[in-house]
């Protein structure tokens, strides 16, 4: 069983479309997030929900926006996608809000052309 | 806010010979610090981590030490192993509600058989 399953994991989609990608754990985890990681492995905070409520909100354009629809699920979608949103993105969840290991998805790679 | 720096950004070793890497930061505060592993493709996946309680934890051939007052930490690698080759990640974080993980630049270890 997959703790954190992420979909897609390819995505390769033209400037200017609409796009969502999609999280779930069964870890029974309270907190969820999405990190960006670039090119040069960076790992960056977007967003974390806690038990369905939006908690951090990092200076992401509001071109991207999260969903959560239950505290097992935390979706991403992204508007009127640009260049430099080609990342790889991952999900991950905690059982508590930082203060814990986290366990991440594999990711979904984000090639925008 | 945290600021977690790391290094070296790139470490090449000799399969056998010992790893070090390390990581400073910079919020007093900050009293939890794992440690990802991120293979080709995958997300990280946590291998070892500390509370600011303790000074240093050891798990088999992994190891991480921490000094409070200095707000360095390090991972120790002994015996490496080609397999260990792979990004790793510090993090620092407060364990309490509204603090996220910061993670470090990365640094990718290079094991030669």
């Known amino acids: 069983d997959t703790a954190v399953s992420q979909t897609p994991k390819y995505l390769v989609t033209q400037m200017g479309n609409d796009k969502s990608i999609k999280c779930e754990q069964n870890?029974?985890?309270?907190?969820m997030y999405w990190y960006k990681q670039d090119s040069k492995k960076f790992l960056k905070i977007m967003f974390s929900?806690?038990?369905?409520?939006?908690?951090i909100n990092e200076t992401v354009p509001n071109r991207f926006s999260p969903k959560s629809p239950d505290k097992a699920h935390l979706n991403l979608h992204i508007n009127s996608l640009e260049l430099g949103d080609s990342a790889v993105y991952f999900c991950?969840?905690?059982?508590?809000?930082?203060?814990?290991?986290?366990?991440f998805g594999s990711g979904t790679r984000l090639t925008v052309v | 806010g945290e600021n977690v720096e790391q290094h070296p950004s790139t470490l090449s070793v000799q399969e056998g010979d010992s790893a070090v890497i390390k990581c400073t930061y910079s919020d007093s505060a900050s009293n939890y610090f794992p440690w990802y592993k991120q293979e080709l493709g995958k997300g990280p996946q946590l291998i070892i981590d500390?509370?600011?309680?303790?000074g240093e934890k050891k798990d088999q051939r992994i190891a991480v030490t921490l000094n409070k007052t200095a707000k360095h930490f390090s991972l120790h690698i002994t015996e490496t192993q080609p397999e260990d080759s792979a990004v790793y990640f510090c993090a620092a974080s407060r364990a309490n509600a509204g603090n996220m993980l910061t993670f470090g630049g990365g640094t990718r270890l290079m094991v030669k058989p």
């Open positions: 500390i509370r600011s309680n303790v």
């Open positions: 929900y806690n038990n369905k409520e939006l908690i």
């Open positions: 870890l029974g985890h309270d907190t």
């Open positions: 991950a969840s905690s059982q508590v809000l930082g203060g814990g290991g986290y366990t």
